[in-house]
């Protein structure tokens, strides 16, 4: 379910990787919460058996205390790959260092930082692949790609092969943020595209070669709307379990920054095109009951001026929707009705409340349900309100929809449905 980490941590920038032990690993930068820059100091790795259950790794790589000597500041996107029995984790960092670090373990710590010899200071986002003779090559840019050959050490290039205009802004809407992988010989670009305005795409480019040229296919995945602010987007391909997933990230707490991985399947066509799939709350699960208990912090998209903030009572961390005014919705994409007959949520207001009308497949489709939200005290004193609903089955999109005056009318922590 999207997000798929524990709300908790803002993991952006993911590349997903299964090495030869079968786990997932995903490799991000790390957002704090509500902070108002890219990005932290620290790296740290999850891992999955499952795909459904993450275990976090100790701190797997840090700027603090000069642990990297020709390095300081956050700790911008990274890759890691597996050569050997050894673990390379590539870097970058606000300064414009590029390394590489290594361990034994995927999951870090990750130590021995050199820089990339040959990479260019100013750039971004590296990305690397291992090719199946075994040949890594190496790809960073901000507005242009940049690529070249790694030697065997893994940390210096081949300058000879060095190609610096691989993908461009102006042929492919190139932003920031590739990521490259291989599928039956054709070599597939996943990056950051702005060609829609703000670089919330990721789009893919193809060649039959890992230097290029490579040909502009289309977009894979867009989060507009995940967020009133949001800016940008970055994520990978991966194939885990004989399904291919992107890797994606959304915004929240009403800003650029506290951005989170989620995760789409994807679909190859026979010619290797991919289609463009649309963000889900389902993420890596088939079916989310409706009678789950849902985080309303977990929507697919979100208009008007609702959106994501936390706070942390007793020592927990809490998600719920705030900001909510007058025609506001949240969109749920997809939940699996079973003819329930009961919505409750979980919500509160400091002044008159309002009403949630409960909409399925678009914001004024069918509606099964309104439920009156009352003043409660406070905006985090929640309460459940309930109320009956038309029954219906099988999957739909379910919207939130939110009325009352012009004032802020509610937070919303929790809903789901019930027999």
Not at 226 to 239: R, V
Not at 306 to 326: K, P, R
Request: proline letters at 4%.
């Amino acid at each position: 379910m999207n997000p798929i980490l524990p709300l908790k941590d803002h993991v952006p920038d993911v590349e997903a990787k299964v090495f030869s032990d079968g786990k997932v690993y995903l490799y991000g930068s790390f957002d704090l919460t509500g902070n108002t820059e890219y990005c932290s100091q620290d790296y740290y790795v999850f891992s999955s058996e499952d795909f459904l259950h993450f275990e976090k790794s100790e701190l797997a790589l840090t700027t603090r205390g000069g642990e990297i000597p020709f390095a300081v500041g956050a700790l911008y996107a990274p890759d890691c790959v597996e050569k050997d029995g050894r673990y390379y984790l590539y870097f970058c960092t606000s300064d414009g260092g590029e390394g590489v670090a290594e361990s034994l373990c995927a999951m870090g710590p990750f130590r021995n930082p050199f820089p990339v010899a040959g990479a260019h200071p100013s750039q971004i986002d590296p990305t690397v692949f291992v090719d199946d003779d075994g040949a890594a090559y190496y790809y960073w840019g901000q507005f242009a790609l940049k690529g070249a050959r790694l030697k065997e050490n893994l940390h210096e290039l081949e300058m000879d092969t060095y190609q610096d205009q691989i993908l461009t802004e102006e042929e492919h809407g190139f932003h920031e943020g590739a990521s490259i992988c291989k599928r039956n010989g054709i070599y597939y670009l996943l990056y950051t595209d702005i060609s829609r305005g703000r670089a919330t795409c990721l789009s893919y480019a193809t060649s039959r070669s890992p230097l290029g040229p490579f040909q502009k296919g289309g977009v894979v995945i867009d989060n507009t709307g995940c967020d009133p602010e949001s800016w940008n987007n970055h994520g990978s391909l991966c194939e885990i379990q004989g399904q291919w997933y992107v890797f994606y990230h959304r915004s929240t707490h009403n800003s650029k920054f506290s951005r989170r991985v989620c995760v789409e399947p994807i679909f190859f066509e026979e010619d290797g095109s991919i289609r463009e799939v649309e963000m889900t709350v389902n993420g890596q699960e088939e079916r989310i009951e409706s009678t789950r208990k849902l985080e309303a912090s977990r929507a697919s998209r979100l208009d008007g001026s609702v959106y994501v903030e936390a706070s942390v009572q007793n020592g927990t961390y809490q998600e719920f929707l705030t900001g909510i005014h007058d025609q506001d919705w949240a969109e749920y994409r997809y939940l699996d009705f079973q003819g329930e007959t009961l919505f409750c949520i979980e919500a509160g207001s400091w002044t008159y409340g309002g009403t949630v009308e409960l909409h399925l497949d678009s914001p004024d489709g069918l509606m099964i349900g309104t439920v009156k939200i009352g003043a409660t005290g406070g905006w985090n004193q929640h309460e459940v309100f309930t109320c009956p609903v038309r029954q219906v089955e099988g999957k739909r999109a379910l919207y939130l929809k939110f009325r009352g005056d012009e004032n802020r009318l509610m937070d919303v922590g929790r809903f789901w449905f019930e027999k």
